[in-house]
């Protein structure tokens, strides 16, 4: 049996329609569904309770945060694998057979993710390698955007993931989990309340000597962002935060500085491009304004933030 788990957050709508998803694309997969609400405030939970009566529900009194909400669940599911699954992720047919091959098929991988796809069916790009101090480096010096793709230096997020890989990671919004793997390693780092738990999680996978890997046959749908679409500017403060965490326990202080450090070089260096690109591509102009302020935001930001904690 499979665990499917969802964590629901004011995504009353999008997680009624993963749920349909679930049901309507098991494949002869046998599932049970385990739904963690975090304190929703738009019916969520009613609405789940009511349409998915077979669902386990449990209803958090607070926002308890995407990973501690994923660990509950876990700690009560009884599936020899998990799929956790963004409520604003929907299974396409053929999709939990794929992932189930690679773990039958590959006694060593720990974790498997899908082909993402946005709305419109366009690549969603999932495969990653660990954020260090090297790699944000290398992409404040756009030496990882003219390197190889899946060489060393390259960047996978320029590579067509119309492939098999073993990334170093891929994102969590669909993600196949061992039930051993979990038994082994345990669930993500509450410290995380949202973002980077993902990373964080499948780098401790991967130290304990699991492969990470990704499968194109599978594919998923993926909005993104739809929990917190109504607040960006706490968003983005959990989305740093998380990373200065992360970079603080894998890399250490100095290694967050660095990082720190790369991004407001990056930053300096790629302003005044997108500012003459801003001139002369009319067209182009509200993606590169809105580019060219979160960028200008990071600079006050991280520079800023690089003399404290």
Sequence with gaps: ML??????????????????????????????????DNASADGSADAIA???????????????????????????????????????????????PAMLKVLED????????????????????????????????????????????????????????DKPLHPEWVIGACMMVRRGVYEMVGGFDPKFFMYAEETDWQRRIGDAGWEIAFTPVAQVTHLGGASGADDKPKINKYFFDSGDYYYRKHHGVLGMYSARTAVTVGGVLRLPLWGIMWLVMPKRRAKLAAKIRLRAWLIRRRGGSAVRT
Excluded at 21 to 31: N, T
Excluded at 55 to 74: D, H, K, S, T, Y
Excluded at 128 to 157: H, K, Q
Aim: glycine share 10%; aromatic share 8%.
């Design 3 to 36: 665990s499917v788990i969802i964590i629901s957050f004011n995504t009353r709508d999008t997680t009624l329609k993963c749920l349909r998803s679930v049901f309507a694309h098991q494949d002869g997969v046998a599932v049970e569904v385990i739904v963690v």
């Design 50 to 96: 009511t349409e998915f009566p077979q669902v386990v529900l449990i209803r958090n009194g607070e926002n308890a945060g995407f990973g501690a909400a994923n660990n509950v669940a876990m700690k009560q599911g009884k599936g020899d694998n998990f799929l956790l699954l963004n409520s604003d992720a929907f299974l396409t047919p053929g999709a939990l």
């Design 106 to 161: 590959q006694p060593k991988v720990g974790v498997v993710g899908p082909r993402l796809l946005n709305a419109d069916g366009s690549l969603q790009r999932s495969c990653y390698r660990f954020p260090s101090p090297g790699v944000a480096w290398r992409e404040a010096l756009w030496i990882s955007a003219v390197a190889p793709a899946t060489s060393v230096l390259g960047d996978l997020r320029r590579w067509g993931h």
